[in-house]
């Protein structure tokens, strides 16, 4: 007979197997990078001691594509990501003990898209432990990981063992980005747990390894009252049960109140010997920290606090790129839009300066 802690022994299996096989690739693949660094710590010695200019790597390219036709790694602009490899990683016991472990193409995407030494280590790393592939990598990036990883507000430190406590919280992330979900700001508690649901695949890897999702809407009966969980978890490396609410508004202490309740209950009704104390999740539209530290001192239960994000921060790069509210308001006052025929399903745009624009549609 099947349990409740199937989806638990699944779920773990299937993170260990998909483990299992990239590592399996990255061995293989493991010569390869070595030898990428050395040809790249080859082209750097021989420019600063014999003067080899730039162009060295244009005929370098071409000969050695001539000897190895079958080998596409000798591209120049390949050529020229060795070189950058050598120069960024110049250390070769990192290189056999850390960097080999990744593919070829998550090593240029680091070099290429950061440029701070302690972050780029910080996603070698997370790239090692939980398997990346490249597309979750440059998801991880682009969202801030670095940025938001165990910066959630939590009573952590007060309600576990410090080596729980410590691993929990770098476990949660504050803001949690929701980019997937198409949504209004305006959206409910239901549309975000329909949302989030519905896109459990996406879900999963923006809370991280080691979920394991139980049910939505959970059932829990507590004196002849009937009681629902908005998400259900179990976490595989804490060895605990997980309660996810979701509140499409601004962070209330009551909130917290009602938490602690679920968490006791869960504790109580489904905690088997061997798990570890049930961790709470708030997911609120905003938050004051303050008022959050606060509304977490005196509770006996572990909760955390985090924000959630329906969209993207625009990088500085692009929101110098588009155009400000006021030139797009001046753009608009600069046309005049006239339907010809609503009937004939015609359009006619016609601006200040005379230009006309007539389309079908």
Known sequence: ??????????????????????????SVN??????????????????????????VIDQLSQDLRKEFPDMKGFSVRNLKYMQAFAATYPDPEFVQQVAAQLPWFHICLLITRIKDPDTRIFYIKKAIEHGW?????????????HLREGASTTNFALTLPPIQSDLAHQTLKDPYIFDFLTLSEEAQEKDLEDGLTSHIQQFLLELGIGFA???????LTVGDQDFYLDLLFYHTRLHCYVVIELKA???????????NFYLSAVDD???????????????????????????????????????YQLTRALSEDLKERLPSVEEIEKTLEEIELKTVSSMSGEIEITYKDGTKYHEKF
């Open 133 to 145: 592939s490249r597309n979750i990598l440059v998801h991880q990036i682009e969202s801030g990981l």
């Open 213 to 219: 999702f139980l049910g939505r809407q959970y059932p």
């Open 30 to 55: 493991r010569e390869l990078i070595l030898l990428y660094w050395n040809v790249g710590k080859d082209i750097l010695t021989n420019q600063e001691k014999l003067g080899w200019g730039a162009k």
């Open 1 to 26: 007979m099947i349990t409740n802690q199937y989806p638990i022994f699944l779920a773990d299996l299937k993170t260990r197997i998909r483990q299992a096989q990239l590592k399996a690739a990255v």
């Open 269 to 307: 009704l489904i905690r088997q010997d061997g798990d570890n104390p049930t961790i709470g999740l708030l997911l609120c539209r905003e938050k004051n920290r303050a008022i959050a530290e606060y509304a977490l001192r005196d509770i006996q239960k572990p909760i955390g606090v985090s924000e």
């Open 249 to 259: 508004h601004e962070f209330k202490p009551e909130y917290a109140g009602k938490l």
